[in-house]
């Protein structure tokens, strides 16, 4: 197939924290209401309403406390666990319409989905439509739906469907005439572009290209020159010739983050001990959820970089295993050990966290002779066990340590936490 006969779609649910959130709480609907980060620390989502009120994305909360007093915004703790079960759903529904290899999750709240096999048997802007009432109807998720010829193109239909209410929430940009395409094109600041940033968009502004327009009628080889093939690849991208597959499988990763910051200063190693044990079992979880064996583990701590009271305190330490694992024994009784080696004494600590790195897939392992299997067979069997627990009860029900134990002093702070009615115990109730 030729590259110009591709088409691509993404689909975005709008604003995807608040938008889960209003399902399960209609009382939500219309009003401002922003979702924090972490800890309750920055606004990470926010409504339409909010946008209104000029509350940035990423503003800390006690920066804009006035705003939410006078007009009684609504300040919500993520609720990540709610957030990953509507993205599961949303992203199974739209895995419907073609098959596995055709669809890419990109995001919790994004897809892309290539239609080009069947674009000949449908109306583009119907399927768009039909997509878009679909997940409302089953999920409660609005969303916006961008038609392209690459997938560039479609983010930027998607984000012309975003800014005109005449789109109805899709914008195909395949079936468009040339002349209104170029119009929108030409309304779109260049920063706007999918893999552009700031940083290029800076000089491309200094160079007179300041509109999507602006950058899909430069030369792609000359602009290639002055910036990469990434930037050349994006131009052919704008003129609807794809470049960029559809990624089915995603990359292997690289390395594991697990970290927090506290809910509190933590001054105690008990404390460190705790928080990193289960930073390593959540860690290690994600490790078998990708079916690969770590060989390295690194734990950092650090205390808080604003505090002017006292001199910054940031130190890691690495651990290399013997052989390769995905035990959270084996996790978790290195990082209890290398936290004790990296604490001080007077130290504030305001984060630590772990790092999985050396990964590689359990399948293509090779054990040496010297292995000891029988350990090894035990082990798995006991993280079997271990993985269907958390399945069917949670991962709280169970773990290493005294870590999952409520009120720990180190806890994340999320006091304006909403129920997930994914769990048994938070299932929504119908009252006469």
């Known amino acids: 197939m030729k ?41 990470v989502a926010r409504s339409n309403e909010s946008k209104a009120l000029n509350i940035k994305m990423g503003v800390p909360l006690f920066q804009i406390k ?31 319409y073609v098959t596995e290899e055709e669809v890419e999750g990109y995001s919790i709240d994004e897809c892309f989905v290539d239609f080009s096999a069947y674009e000949k048997n449908f109306d583009l802007q119907t399927v768009g439509q039909d997509m878009k009432e ?32 005449g789109f109805n929430g899709v914008c195909d940009l395949v079936n468009m005439d040339p002349c209104n395409k170029e119009y929108y094109f030409s309304q779109i600041d260049v920063s706007e572009v999918w893999g552009v940033g700031r940083k290029h968009a800076k000089k491309l502004h200094a160079m007179g290209i300041k509109t999507v327009l602006d950058l899909a009628c430069t030369e792609a080889r000359e602009m290639q020159r002055q910036f990469s093939i990434v930037m050349a690849r994006t131009i052919n991208e ?61 734990v950092f701590v650090q205390s808080s970089p604003f505090d002017e009271s006292a001199p910054y305190y940031n130190k890691s330490i690495s651990y290399a295993f013997p052989e390769p694992t995905d035990c959270a024994l084996d996790f978790v009784k290195a990082a209890v050990v290398m ?20 990964l590689e897939s359990k399948s293509g392992h090779t054990y040496d002779l010297l292995t000891d299997f029988e350990t090894i067979e035990k082990k798995e069997h006991l993280m079997q066990a271990l993985d269907n627990v958390h399945t069917r009860f949670g991962k709280k029900k169970l773990g290493i340590g005294t870590c999952y134990v409520p009120s720990r002093n180190w806890a994340m702070s999320r006091d304006k936490l909403s129920n997930n009615p994914f769990k048994w115990d938070s299932l929504l109730e119908i009252k006469n």
């Not at 938008?19 to 924090?36: A, D, G, H, Q, W």
């Not at 705003?67 to 703790?77: C, F, G, M, T």
């Not at 709610?82 to 949303?90: N, P, Q």
């Open 134 to 165: 679909r997940i409302l109807k089953w999920l409660g998720l609005p969303v916006c739906v961008g038609i392209g010829r690459s997938k560039t193109e479609s983010k930027i239909a998607n984000h012309i469907a975003k800014k005109n209410a």
């Open 339 to 358: 936290v004790s080696h990296i604490f001080k004494e007077g130290v504030k600590f305001k984060k630590c966290g772990v790092i999985l790195t050396c």
């Open 66 to 96: 006035d705003i939410v007093k006078q007009h009684n915004v609504i300040v919500l703790s993520s609720n990540y666990a709610l957030y990953a079960e509507m993205s599961r759903r949303f992203h199974k529904i739209l895995g419907s």
């Open 238 to 298: 704008l003129q609807g010739i794809s470049c960029i597959e559809i990624e089915d499988t995603p990359p292997s990763k690289k390395q594991i983050i697990k970290s927090c910051s506290f809910g509190a200063k933590v001054t105690e190693l008990n404390d460190l001990k705790e928080a990193i044990a289960m930073h390593a079992q959540e860690a290690c979880k994600r490790l078998r959820d990708d079916k690969s064996l770590c060989g390295c583990l690194i």
């Open 3 to 43: 590259h110009e006969e591709k088409v691509f779609f993404l689909i975005d649910v709008n604003n995807m924290y608040v938008s889960c959130e209003r399902v399960f709480n209609p009382s939500l609907n219309n009003k401002p209401v922003i979702v924090l980060s972490n800890n309750d620390g920055c606004a």
